[in-house]
C-alpha cells in the first residue's frame, strides 16, 4: 500500500524540460501508488532534454486548456529553461499553476520550474529556492530566495537542480500525503 495510493499528481512541462526533472519525480510518486498525468500546452509529445541535449519524447496525456486543477491532488513542475520559458507565456499554464496555489493544493517545483510561479504571482511572502539565475526574479515579485537543498513553504516544494532530486522527491511525497494546504491558499489571496 502506497502512500499517496487514490491520489492524481499532475505534471506541467513542456519541450525543453529536464528530462531528470519530469522523470524522477514522477516514478517516486508513482511508487508510492499515485497516478500521473503529463498536461503540456497541447496534445502529442514533448522533447525532454539533458541540459543542452535532446533526451526522449514524452507522451502528453492532456492539454492544459482541457485540464481541471480541481482533478488533481498535487502538481510538479520540472525545470529546463526553454520549458518554463514556454509555459510562463501561455495563460492557460499559468493560470492553471494559479489555481493549485488559489485552492491550497500542494505544489512542487524544481530548478527553473518556479518561473512559472512567478509568472502567476503566487510566490509573495513565500520562501523558496531554485537555479540561481532566477534569485532576482523571485526576489522582485516578493519571494524569499534561499541557497538549500530543498525549501518546503505552506506546501510548495523547491529545488536548485538534479543533484537535489531525492531530497526533492522525498518532500514532494510527504507534501502531497498532507493534502490541502490553508496556509497556502491564505497566502495567494492574500497577496492578489
Known sequence: MGKLDGKRIAFLATDGVEQVELTEPRKAVEQEGAETE?????????????????????DVDRAVKDADPSDYDGLVLPGGVANPDFLRTDEDAVEFVRAFFEAGTPVGAICHGPWTLVEADVVRELTLTS?????????????????????????????????????????????????????????????S
Open 38 to 58: 503529463l498536461i503540456s500546452l497541447e496534445q502529442g509529445q514533448i522533447q525532454g532534454f539533458e541540459h543542452l541535449d535532446k533526451g526522449d519524447r514524452f
Open 131 to 191: 537555479w540561481p539565475s532566477l534569485k532576482t526574479d523571485i526576489r522582485n515579485a516578493g519571494g524569499n530566495w534561499v541557497d538549500e537543498e530543498v525549501v518546503v513553504d505552506k506546501g510548495l516544494t523547491t529545488s536548485r537542480k538534479p543533484d537535489d532530486i531525492p531530497a526533492f522527491n522525498d518532500k514532494i511525497v510527504e507534501e502531497f500525503c498532507e493534502g490541502r494546504h490553508e496556509q497556502l491558499a491564505a497566502a495567494t489571496s492574500e497577496a
